[in-house]
């Protein structure tokens, strides 16, 4: 589109150019025309004008006045002989002396309408009198007089004394023959220029309206910010990595409108918005997100650090809660949330961006309102209760290697021998000190790092399976297996280890599925499964436990869920169900393990039960690494 | 859009119009810038000044110029521009418009304004300027005639 907009640009251009350009040229072709047959008549009246030379200086003596006053003859003879020369063209011939005074007078005219003998005549003296001084012709362009376009001026010398000048004048009438035949073709370069200039004139409009019409349509007519339209376009070419996100909204707005009015809703809202655009710097993007739903983008240089949008952010808050909004007679307070993304670099998209920034906001309006919350407040509230890192954190973990897995042994309750090995991701601390996946999967779970992790997960397993020639499994959820790029990132790491896919056992967690993403989940699995990985069901039995999976997809191993082991020794509910689920799976050919056996009775009870395996601290605690001696 | 098209449409009349009125005028009164240089030169003190033509067309002329009014009659006139030879000489400055008739009124008319050659030619007999006493600037003298 932008290239199309430069070729416009270049042929319209190129179009009054070449019109210019025939415009000078056709003025050039006039020009040339005239000069030609300026020379072409000058050439022509030089020949006159030494005829007339010749003639003069055959009848006259040195004194040509005495002369013709007396012989009245000789003057209509020579008079009759100059008018001979007259044409349309060479409009009048005639001949000048200058009396004592300085005066020009007749002495002969060739003319139609003829002077007098010695009558005066008005002429240009100076030009007249540097003939009569140097004796040499002169071509006088007639710009001031009418229907002249030259004269071609002679000096009649007798004896080496100029006694007269011979005058022939150009009618312009020629010139304006040329002009006129030439006349319509500028004519209608003219028109076409003028054309051209309407079509400007129409352009201009129509893109002043079309401008006009765009803005329209990409602002809030309410608020005269930018709409949903605009940040759809906007998103389309943003660099994520220059902004910072903010979604701020109206604490209790419904308050307002239940209270004051819809129309005072309304003036809340533009009044808002006009605290939000002047509060913003001029590269910060505000956009109405939703009804008082307001998101804004944050411009952030390479060397800004991440408290900007902090800092603005406090500032818009402190603006909104001091302000008081004013509807009629009416004083509003209101107060805003506000959550924020401070590295949407880290996410996968955009819109995994804004929906982080918008989770922010939930938990701004859980904790309160009237609050900034950023992704950094919220990590450093989860770590103190749940040890989370921040994305930060996990992104240097991996860049370091400190992402490790840990293997838990699984165990065949007939042979009571290792069948297998569930691979469990770990973070490992600068100090050495592990920690769980619970403390940093959900932080990456939006971001590129999730894949990253993957990758890493899979590497080691696979590296695991070669050396000790084990069957490992590995955790996945089903929002990965939809996920286009994990997808291929899983199919590449297996294609890479395509002999040792058969021991690879992928446990597929929150196996929620809609309707919509059946079908792919479908063809996903039968893909991984074509190459001899096995598939098994994680934590089943509680949460989104469902039957309807097994028509979907094919299972080999349904792991039960740790919170119906754990209890089986004292719960005849929880028994009752993993006999259920075992009588199930027996049935399906599916084959059973039981998460969570932490202690000898329990042990016991899945063993009765007929559970196929089994793990679990009482069997074996996950370590860092396999020992295939146990 | 149409509103605005016929705004400027009416614009772009409007400077055509003054445009070719202003070329049209010029054209018209250099002959009326002459007689009025003439007629002032003539009758330099004389605030009331009356003046005639003969025909149409010296009427026209004489109409735009300032600070005169048409006499009415030939005998009233204090300058008198003629195109034929009148059957009566009056008494105010005769100025002819031919040098023909300049010469046939050589006694009469103080002067002439005609064109030559297509060159404007002005001409003032000095025996007549000195019968009416006129005295014409230095600028001028140069077109004075002792005889035709």
Redesign the interface.
Known sequence: MRYLKKIYIVIFISILFAISYLFVQTAKIQTLLNQNVEKILINEAKSFAQNINLLLKKNLLEDPYQQLQEDQNLRTHLENTLSVLRSNTYKYIFVLYRDKQGVYRFLLDGSKDKASFNQRLNVDKKLWNRVYATQKPLIVNQKKLDGLWITYLVPFVVNGKTQAVIAIDFSKELPENIYNAIAPLNNIILYIFIAIGCLIIILVYQTFLSIKNKKESITDPLTQVYNRNYMRELLKNINIGNYQIMMCDIDYFKYINDNYGHKAGDAVLAQTAKILSDEIRQNDILIRYGGEEFLIFIKRKANENDTLACNIAQRIRKKIETTHFQYEDKIIKLTLSIGLTCNPEHFKSISDAIKHADEMLYIAKREGRNKVVSTKDTQIQTVQFQNKKSINEVKAAMEESRIICYFQAIYSLQSNEIVKYEALVRLQEEDGTITPPIAFLDTIMYTNIYNDLTKVVLESVFSHIKKHKVSISTNLNFSDILDNSIFDLIIHEIEAHEELAPWLIIELLEYEIFAETTAIIQERIQKIRSYGVHIALDDFGSGYANYAIFKILPIDILKIDGSLIKDLDTSKTSRTIVDSIVLLAKEMNIKTVAEFVHSKEVYDEVKKLGVDEAQGFYLAKPLPKINTED | ?VE?GVS?LKKLLFIFLLLTSLLFGSDLKTEQRIYNLIIHTLLPNKEDIKVWGDSLHNKELLNTIPNVRFASSPQDADFLLVSKKPLQDPQGIIFVTD?NLL?KMKKSAVGGFFW????????FLRKNLQKKSIQLPESMQ??I?DE?
């Open positions: 859009m605005y400027v040098f010469q030559q050659k297509g060159r404007p030619n002005i001409l140069d077109y005639e035709i």
